[in-house]
Nanobody
Framework: QVKLVESGGGLVQPGESLRLSCAAS????????ISWFRQAPGKEREAVYC????????YYSASVKGRFTASRDSAKNTEYLQMNSLKPEDTAVYFC?????????????????????WGQGTQVTVSS
């Protein structure tokens, strides 16, 4: 089993930044893929980033590319999502997800049904 815990959400104004963290514990050596998802009110959950932990290939959604940057501290088993130039449309609950398989991030962003483990989510609200 793997436990994921997100933190770092909050209320910011448009144009500001936030950094989210996702701390993983448990059987982390089994993981092959890590992803960040978000879900806005009334919308489906969408992937904004994923990384294949083996070859480190990664992908961003078009809506966040150039503004969001993901990174990883392997020693701490922690993933980060640096979010810059935030917009009101970035308002959502952000989740990190992990899979024991490569296919969720094979050639592009996958779907939430492909992931085995989820954090509880952290709210990001961008509003003036």
């Amino acid at each position: 089993q793997v436990k994921l815990v997100e933190s770092g959400g909050g209320l910011v104004q448009p144009g500001e930044s936030l950094r989210l963290s996702c701390a993983a514990s448990g059987a982390t050596a089994d993981l092959e893929t890590i992803s960040w998802f978000r879900q806005a009110p009334g919308k489906e959950r969408e992937a904004v980033y994923c990384i294949d932990l083996g070859d480190e290939s990664s992908y961003y959604s078009a809506s966040v590319k150039g503004r969001f940057t993901a990174s990883r501290d392997s020693a701490k088993n922690t993933e980060y999502l640096q979010m810059n130039s935030l917009k009101p449309e970035d308002t959502a609950v952000y989740f990190c997800a992990a899979s024991r398989f490569k296919f969720p991030c094979l050639g592009g962003l996958g779907f939430d049904s492909q992931y085995d483990y989820w954090g509880q989510g952290t709210q990001v609200t961008v509003s003036s």
